[in-house]
Each structure stands twice: as structure tokens, then as C-alpha cells.
């Protein structure tokens, strides 16, 4: 047989039933109108049953506490979707307002360039033109010199022609004075026969002289024609000797460069032999697809440009991030002073399974209190020690070491992010906080170099704009990295401007855009060439004094300035610069350990180099590497 049901419960029930219908759903809050009846139905319950009340009526507060707690949670989430949506909203119109930008300057160019086609156009045919007057010109030069040369010959053919008609002439009258001479004395005839016979002999001689002299005469054109083929034939022999030479010599350097590449072929094919004899195959990264978390989309664009070793410690670090997330607590190191304060707990800690956003949102925000505070209290403060302090305030002594281990876990885990990198090896003292403040610092200047030469405010710089304000901003690098600055820009043949604003950016995860890497990159470089060029100043010294090191940094920049130096030399020793024993030595090998972790810049210009101008808005003093 069925139990019947208590009087009181049925009363109960009904009472709920009458009270959910009686309610008008078609309003707001309907939840907490049908909770209403539910709560009085339980008070009715717990005053009738006094023995379960208090345990009831304990239950009844944590619930409606959590209720509370929760609709507070909701409206602050309402309000947070508020901005989101409006931040979207005003994403959405300023993307909105460059395609449109965009879509102008692509109109404008399209016109420049249709108005470059016709004018190249107009050019063709100027050139058309002009090649054919040209032409006409030449052909008219030939036919005038024709005609010149014509007449020229015409005219000899007259002189010719003139002279012999006077010979003619001459004749006539000689041989009417022989008439008129016949009648003279035979005294006279002789004489005139003598000095005829003399004339005749003196003009035969003159003759002979002549045919002597000129026999082999050409005429004039003929040699000017004769002279200018010669010309001719000399530059072009000249040109051919020149460019032989050219081709000597180039194949005499295409012969040197033979046999150097065939000794660089045979030594490599000796060396892909032995490789190929003691080395093992290359492996198939295209299987760990199958393994990561995300299949083959995500492991390419993890493994994208990347080495074979880089490829090692990038699966390294997924192997090693679901092993993190798997484990639930962490063993304290225990309280000894050599344990770091953040770490220097006992017993178990819990593991926050941290991912890799959570974290880096994590450290931007210790980074941002650390500056306030450290700017509150007029001195620099340690990062081990406010690490610690800042999960303690801002989520109790209780729990923060278990803040500290997740966090730490997941920097030595995930080396490969710069971000991580750099915080992890200033908390552990294998870089000084100075490298982090000096790179934000440059960044700033950069920026501001570059929104004071974008005049007009359109967000857009070109190349010669970017490289001027690069080597305003970066006196001391030289072209070649300027150019790696460029490229690492975005600057290609094709791109006439890009928007420097987003070269800034980070990514959730603190990746940063190639411009910002490249010179993360080049600092290190720098500061590698920096230390060399000061280790081989020191010679073979094996205990540096403070003297040694300041003469051998006064020697290799000499840009730096008395400030500079001496905070160089106190971050060396360790000690405040009051207190620099100059009889105080200290091993080379440990010096330039600690020169390696410091924030060192070069001031000067290197030897060969002209002084740098320093940018007007930067401050005159060098930045310290204990800052």
C-alpha cells in the first residue's frame, strides 16, 4: 500500500502550488519572485520543527549569503559587459575609419599612378618625335654636305677652265708678238731665244719639283674622310681593350673564387659524409601534432620558423605544462635562509594550474605595483622580496605561497617567452632589474620620436621618416643594424608607410612585434661587445682593481661621464661608491659575471665613429645598472 503523505506537507505543498500560480512571470526578476515562496514555505518548515532549526536556519543563512554574493558577482560582470561592448563598439569605428582611410589613399595612388601612365605616355611620344627630327636633321646635314662638295669640285672645274682659257689668251698674244718680233733684228730674236730657253729650263725644274714633292698627295676630303675612320676605329679599339682587360680580371677573380668553392665543395662533401656516417636522421616534428593539445593548427603555428632545438623546448614545455596542470600541490622547500622568501614555507602548497595568460597578466601587474611602490617609497625595492608581499596584500598570507609556487613553476617552465624569461632570471638574481627599466625607457623614447615626426597625426610614418627618427633615437648602431630595425618594421619595396603604433603591441601571452625583439636582440649584442671590448682592455690581469677597471672603461668610451662610471664600478664591487677601496681586487672571471647581469649601455662613440648628438628629449645622464 502507498505511504500517505503528512497532513502538514500536504499543506505545504498546496501552498507553494497557490502561491507559483498567483505569481506574474511576464515581469522582471522572475527568479526572485518564484524564490520567494520557496523561502517562506522553509521558514514555516523550520518553525514548526524546532529541533532541526538551528542547523536549518545555518543552512538558510550560507545560501542566501552565497545568493547575495553571487548577484553582486553579476552585476559587476554587467557592468564590465557594458564596457567590453563599448570598447568593441569603438574598436569596431576606428577599424572601420582606417579601411575607409585606406580605401582614399588606395583611390588617390590609383589616380597618381594614371596620371604617372600618361605622362610617361606623353614622354614616349616627345621621344618619338624628337628621334624623328632627328633623323630629318641628319638627313639634311648628309645632303648639304653633298651639294657643298659638289660645288666645291664645280668650282675647281672652273678655275681649271679659267686658267686655261688666260693660257689660251697668253698664246694668242705671244704668238702676235713673234709675228711682230720677226721683223725686229736677228740681235734681239737671240737674246729672247736665251731667256726663253732660260725661263723654260727654270720652269721645268720648278716642274719636277713640284711632281717630286706631291706625287703622292691624296686630295684633302679624302684624308678627312680617311682621318675620321681612323678616329673611329681608335675609340673603338680602345673601348675593346678596356673591356677585355674588365674581362681578364674577372676571370681571373671567377678563377679564384673557382677554386676556393671547389676546396669549400670538397670539404663539405667530406663533412656531409662524415655527418651522414656518425649523426642520426633528422626527426618528423610533424608527428607531435597527433600528441599537442589543439592538433596540427596549433603545433603550426607553434613550430612555425623555428629551429630543431627550439623545437625540443617548445614540446618540452607542452609536456611539461600538462604535467604542471596535473599536479595538485607542490612540497615547501622548507624556511632556511638560502631558500628565496617566496619560496620559504613548509608542508604542502596547492597549484593554481596558472596558464600561460594568467601568468603573464600576473606579472604585468607586479611589475605595474612594483613601480607605484617603489616610486611611493623614493628607493627600489627588491623583486623577491615584493614578490611575495604583492600576493600576500592582495590575496592573504594564506594562500599566497601557493600563488608563489604555481607562478614560479610556470616561469621555469616556459622559458621560450621572453617575458617570462626576463622576469624569472631578475627574481633569481642572473639579471639586474635595471635591463628591464632601461628597455621600457627606450621603448618610450622610441615612441615618442616617432609620434613627433608624425606631423599630421595619421598614425602612418614612411621609411625616411622611421630611419631618421632610428638614428635620432639609436646614435650609436650602425647601418646595418638601422636596417635590421627597418626590416624587422615591416618595410619592404612595396610598403611606402606603416602604422609605428602597432609595432608596441603585446599579444595575452607577451609576444611582442619583430621590432621590439630585434632590439632586445641587438642589446645583448651590443653588451656582449661592450664586455669583450673591456676584457681584452684588462689584458691578462687575473685580480682587477677599481683603478684597473675605471681606466679600462675610460679607454674604451670615452662618452661616459663621472656619474655613469661610478655607478658602474659600484655595481662591480658591490658597494656604494663612498665606500671603493682602491686596494680592494677582485677576480676577473666573477667581475665580468656581474658586469654580464647589469643594465651597460655604451655613451660614446666607438673608435672610428663620429660623436653621437644625444635626442633632445632624453636626459643628459646615463642610465645606472643598479637602478
Known sequence: MPISKPRYLEELESYLRTELQMLDLTKGKVQELRLQPYREVFECFMEEFKTYKPLLASIKREYE???AHLQEKICTLESVNGVLVTASDQCTQQILAFQQQEKIEIA???EERLCLLKLIDKMKEE?????TQVAKLR??????????LNECDARKLLLLDLNEMYRQKEELRLSKEQEDVLEEDTVKLKVALRVARQDLTKAQVDLNTMQANYGDVVPRRDFELQQRKYNDLADKLSILQKDFDDLREEYEIMLDIHKQVSEDRDRYFNDL???????TPRPDWNKCADVILGGSERWTSLSVGRTSDQLVDVLLEEIGGGLLRERDTFIGRGRSEKIPPYLRCDGLVRNK????????????EIWR???ISDQQRGKQSSLSDFFLSFFQKKYGEGVAFDWTYSVYENLKLFRSNEMMALFLNILTGNVDEGVYHSHLLELSNLLKELTAADIENTGHLTEEQFNLVLRTAFPLKTDEEIQELLDAAGFRPNVGAVMYKLLFLEDEEGKTEPLIAKLKNQYVVEKQTYLNELRAELGTLVEVRPDDLRAAFCIIDHGLTEQTLDSYLSYAYQVPKEQLDPAVSLPIDILMQRLMTGDLHRQGAASGQPQPVPPSHVAEEADHPSN
Open 369 to 371: 605595483e612594483k613601480i
Open 127 to 131: 621621344k618619338c618625335s624628337l628621334e
Open 353 to 364: 594550474k596558472l596558464t600561460k595568460k594568467e601568468v603573464v597578466a600576473l606579472l604585468r
Open 65 to 67: 549569503s552565497t545568493i
Open 139 to 148: 638627313k639634311t646635314v648628309a645632303e648639304e654636305y653633298l651639294r657643298y
Open 108 to 110: 588617390k595612388l590609383k
Open 273 to 279: 659524409i662524415n655527418v651522414q656516417r656518425t649523426s
